[in-house]
Structures are given as structure tokens and as C-alpha cells.
């Protein structure tokens, strides 16, 4: 009975645990998924502070020198759109690679926790074959001494 009240306990003290556990790995990840959303949202604020820079930069420049550069700031204009695309697809991938690292990472660890859950039931299996046994050897022991007790009476009584 203390034997099965100190394993209830030990069973209890370790899922409370994983719960622990648990609800703290989801308090980081949350952390650190809205600490990447604050980045993200601040670096598109910065492209979109960068991009009217350079077209205020750009006006300025059309207006001062419209008569003899006009052919150059159209090759210019040109010239940004394809490095700001290319910035852009380059940030879009390195977005994409950040999100899918966030995915691997997260089936990593859920696949951890279905291991160690799979882990324990089959130990919380053990355990039980492991006292149904103990309780069917002392079962049997029981009525073996019961019967080696009977036989010694019936002996004693012819």
C-alpha cells in the first residue's frame, strides 16, 4: 500500500513535470514567435521608411538636374527596382527559411514529447505487468502454503 501510494506519487511528481515542462516550452515558443513578429513588422517599417527615402532622394534629384539627367534617373529608377525586387526576394526567402527552421524545430519537439509520453506508458505498462505478477506468484504462494497446510492437517489427523 505505501509501495503504491510512493509510485502514485512518483508517477504524479513526474507528469506534473512535463506539464511544467511543457507549458514553459509554449511560454517560449510564444515568446519567441512574438518577438519574431515585433522584428518582422519593424523591418518592414524600415524597408518602407528606406523606400520613401529614396524616391524623396530621387524627386529631389529629377527636380535639380530634370534637364540634363532625365534619360539617366529613368535607368537609375530601373536599375533600384531590380536590386529592391531582388533585396525583396532575397528577404522573402530568408523569411521563408526562418519560418520552415521554426516548423522543423517545432515537429522536433513534438515528436520529442510523443516519445517520452510513448516512453512512459510503456514504463506505467511494465510497472503493472510487473505487480500483476508479484500478486499472482504471492497468490499462488498463498495457496500453495494453504494446501501444504491442509495436507499437514489431514496427516496429523490419521
Known amino acids: 500500500m505505501l509501495k503504491e501510494q510512493m509510485r502514485r506519487k512518483l508517477i504524479k511528481e513526474e507528469l506534473d513535470k ?49 534637364e540634363s539627367r532625365d534619360r539617366q534617373l529613368q535607368e537609375e529608377k530601373r536599375r533600384k527596382k531590380t536590386e529592391n525586387r531582388d533585396q525583396f526576394n532575397a528577404e522573402c526567402q530568408l523569411i521563408q527559411r526562418l519560418q520552415s527552421e521554426m516548423e522543423q524545430e517545432r515537429q522536433t519537439m513534438l515528436e520529442k514529447r510523443r516519445q517520452e509520453r510513448e516512453y512512459l506508458q510503456k514504463m506505467l505498462a511494465e510497472n503493472e505487468r510487473q505487480r500483476a505478477k508479484a500478486q499472482k506468484e504471492k497468490e499462488e504462494n498463498l495457496a500453495n502454503d494453504i494446501q501444504a497446510q491442509e495436507e499437514y492437517t489431514r496427516m496429523l489427523d490419521k
Open 18 to 66: 512535463q506539464i511544467k515542462e511543457k507549458k514553459s516550452r509554449e511560454a517560449n515558443m510564444k515568446q519567441e514567435q512574438q518577438m519574431y513578429e515585433a522584428l518582422q513588422e519593424e523591418h518592414v517599417k524600415l524597408l518602407g521608411l528606406r523606400e520613401k527615402e529614396k524616391l524623396d532622394q530621387a524627386n529631389r534629384k529629377i527636380a535639380q538636374e530634370k
